[in-house]
């Protein structure tokens, strides 16, 4: 005690309070350092100083944990300083404490040795059980391969029982005898009819029952794998599976051959059953379709040689579509059957489509060419027809989506390169609108036909250019509907092309630069030759604003009301576009118009002349230049064209911006003679 109230501090020393207004508390510290984190359950000094090294130095972190261990010191003393009394009575109250010790330490350890003694017999019970629950565990496996080899023997040797009474091709299954049939060891099991009929409902039925034992048997052999006794008996089921596809085989086509509906729903519930839809389809392909086809594709082919048709398909469609409902429709109305598990049987696309597409490229494969549009729209049209036919057939939506998602329905769409066949379409359609801008001289329709809408209102050759342009966009032996959106583009294009021609010739005409192509007609071109102008610019923007627009719509009326929205939109921008560039062309014609009534104020000069004459008597009479200031205006708005293709409000705007513009010139004219005058009264 002595030693520890030794070490307790002087009043001199005494800690200062943290209100000491002449130096830091001791209980301050950096906003970095937290002593409250030490106190925490999941502290760890390493990882706690590794993450303070990345922003404090190493002694600065070690003179602040001294610090703060210090004040911990004084902390410690200040609470025994406070509490002395009961810290020195606590020694005096404990007397003989080794006795208690000794007297609790007897019955613990006796409680230990109870409490080892159990865990023991538990560990060995625990243990034994599970031993035993892993050998239960082992011989219900043996058991189970046990019972999965003997259920594999006895579908083997089920099978093979039930192929033995299996005649090896169709004409034995009409021709057997009464001693073929005593070699039926399961006479109670299959009908022994000898009609040809009932023998091959007979064998399909029994076909079935083989195909449903090898499903069985597949599924034995997956769960097997790896054991001897199933790799001894892979060659045996390996033969079975073999005769068995080429008994249903021949079971199949007898079948088809003699539309035998029995025949074929067993035979299909056969191949489903070994999840071989695949050999069903080939077979129906090979040995129905494909004569038909290539008859059909020969025939044509050797038609084409003569020089009587080209690669259309049209008449093929149509023929193999008669084919289809008369040889076709029983088999696909037995595979599209409902809950009949037949579901995976595809024939549309797996056999008829398959064989179609087979035949066409090997027969006709210029039917697929772009490079003759017309031909080839005519014949992807009919190919989109013959789709729609075959998804006729199609039960439901859903078995339509599963038709069209199909690997053949994918190559076959693949085949018709729309993208090559639309660039070939836009070359011509925009070419042909180009090639009649870029003339160097502007062409005048001078006899045409009033029956025709393009030709009956429109007076340019670049016009009616335009409107057939854009009537091309939209014929039926021109749009593809898949690229309606490019087609649409297009139109807008051409719009933008015609208004970019009209704007450029504005422009040459009035900066007099070189002119570009199609624009060399406008440096000399006549005030009456605009009026043509903005006479097609109306016409056009109500033709695209009103018989235009439902054109449109009618070829896209089986789009959204959305999709309609947003073509109107643009079609109605597009005639906002082709208004745009009216004024430019009002204004190109008061330019010309003043440029030739201005030519007479250069007479206003005269009039210094005439005020510096000595004796000259003051004019009475207006200026020989006024009468004529006006003459180019008034034989423009009176002239047969400016009455016939321009509207009153077309020719309201331009006497009044003309005389505007004749009056602005005349008063900068006015205003400079003045002051000259003014310069030489002050001289």
């Not at 404990?94 to 006795?99: G, N, Q, R, Y």
């Not at 046990?146 to 040797?157: A, D």
């Not at 490019?486 to 450029?504: D, H």
């Not at 610019?537 to 449109?552: A, K």
């Amino acid at each position: 005690m002595a030693s520890l109230v030794a070490t307790l501090p002087s009043p001199s020393s005494a800690p200062r309070s943290a209100s000491d207004f002449f130096s830091d508390p001791y209980e301050s510290h950096p906003s970095w350092f937290k002593p409250s984190l030490f106190l925490s359950p999941g502290f760890d000094s390493e990882s706690y100083i590794s993450e303070l090294r990345t922003f404090v130095p190493f002694d600065t972190l070690r003179s602040q944990l001294r610090s703060h261990l210090a004040s911990l010191n004084r902390e410690l003393v200040d609470h025994i300083n406070r509490d002395y009394a009961d810290f020195v009575n606590l020694s005096t109250k404990l007397v003989d404490i080794d006795a208690a010790v000794v007297r609790m330490r007897a019955p613990l350890l006796e409680l230990r040795e109870k409490i080892n003694g159990f865990r023991g017999s538990v560990e060995a019970a625990l243990f034994a059980l599970r031993n035993g629950l892993h050998q239960r565990s082992d011989a219900a496996s043996v058991r189970e391969v046990l019972e999965l080899l003997l259920n594999t023997f006895h579908v083997v040797s089920k099978v093979e029982k039930l192929i033995k009474v299996l005649p090896s091709t169709p004409s034995d299954w009409r021709n057997e005898d009464d001693n073929s049939l005593g070699r039926n060891s399961m006479n109670d099991e299959i009908p022994t009819q000898q009609d040809g009929t009932t023998m091959r409902e007979t064998q399909s039925m029994l076909l079935e029952r083989i195909a449903s034992e090898m499903n069985r048997l597949k599924f034995y052999v997956a769960h097997a794998q790896n054991l001897p006794f199933i790799e001894n008996m892979e060659k045996t089921i390996q033969s079975a599976s073999v005769l068995l596809d080429a008994s249903l085989g021949h079971c199949f086509i007898d079948g088809l051959n003699n539309s035998d509906t029995s025949v074929l729903y067993n035979c299909l519930r056969a191949y489903a059953a070994i999840d071989n839809a695949k050999n069903a389809e080939e077979i129906f392909r090979t040995t129905i379709v494909a004569p038909f086809v290539h008859k059909i594709i020969a025939h044509e082919t050797s038609a084409d040689a003569a020089g009587t048709s080209g690669d259309e398909l049209e008449n093929d469609y149509k023929q193999i579509k008669h084919f289809i409902a008369k040889d076709c429709k029983m088999l696909l109305e037995i595979s599209s059957t409902d809950k009949s598990g037949l579901h995976v049987f595809n024939f549309i696309a797996n056999s008829i489509l398959k064989e179609v597409l087979s035949a066409i490229q090997r027969a006709k494969p210029g039917a697929f060419s772009p490079g003759r549009p017309t031909e080839f729209l005519k014949n992807y049209k009919a190919s989109l027809d013959f789709l729609a036919h075959l998804e006729g057939y199609c039960p439901s939506r859903s078995d339509v989506t599963k038709f069209r998602a199909q690997a053949i329905c994918t190559e076959f769409m693949k085949q018709w390169n729309v993208g090559v066949y639309f660039s070939l379409r836009f070359q011509e359609i925009a070419g042909g609108l180009d090639s009649a801008l870029t003339s160097a001289s502007l062409v005048f329709i001078q006899d045409y036909d009033s029956d025709k809408p393009i030709s009956r209102n429109l007076m340019l050759r670049q016009s009616v250019s335009l409107l057939e342009s854009l009537q091309s966009c939209w014929k039926e032996d021109v749009l593809v509907f898949s690229a309606a959106d490019k087609f649409l583009r297009l139109t807008l294009q051409l719009l933008s092309r015609y208004c970019n021609w009209v704007s450029s010739v504005m422009n040459t005409r009035k900066s007099n630069a070189n002119p570009s192509p199609g624009c060399e007609w406008a440096v000399s071109a006549t005030a009456e030759d605009f009026i043509y102008i903005i006479h097609d610019v109306n016409c056009l923007v109500s033709e695209v604003r009103g018989d235009y627009v439902g054109h449109i719509s009618h070829y896209l009326s089986s789009c959204s009301s959305e999709v309609l929205d947003v073509v109107r939109k643009s079609m109605l921008q597009g005639g906002e576009s082709l208004e745009n560039v009216l004024p430019l062309v009002t204004e190109t014609i008061i330019e010309v118009i003043v440029d030739k009534s201005v030519e007479d104020l250069r007479q206003l000069r005269g009039i210094i002349a005439t005020f510096m004459m000595p004796n000259k008597p003051l004019p009475v009479r207006h200026s020989p230049y006024v009468i004529g200031l006006l003459s180019p205006l008034k034989a423009f708005l009176e002239g047969d064209k400016a009455r016939h293709y321009l509207t009153h409000e077309t020719r309201e705007e331009l006497l009044l911006g003309t005389v505007t513009e004749i009056s602005r010139r005349y008063y900068e004219l006015a205003a400079e003679l003045v002051s000259e005058v003014r310069i030489i009264d002050n001289y």
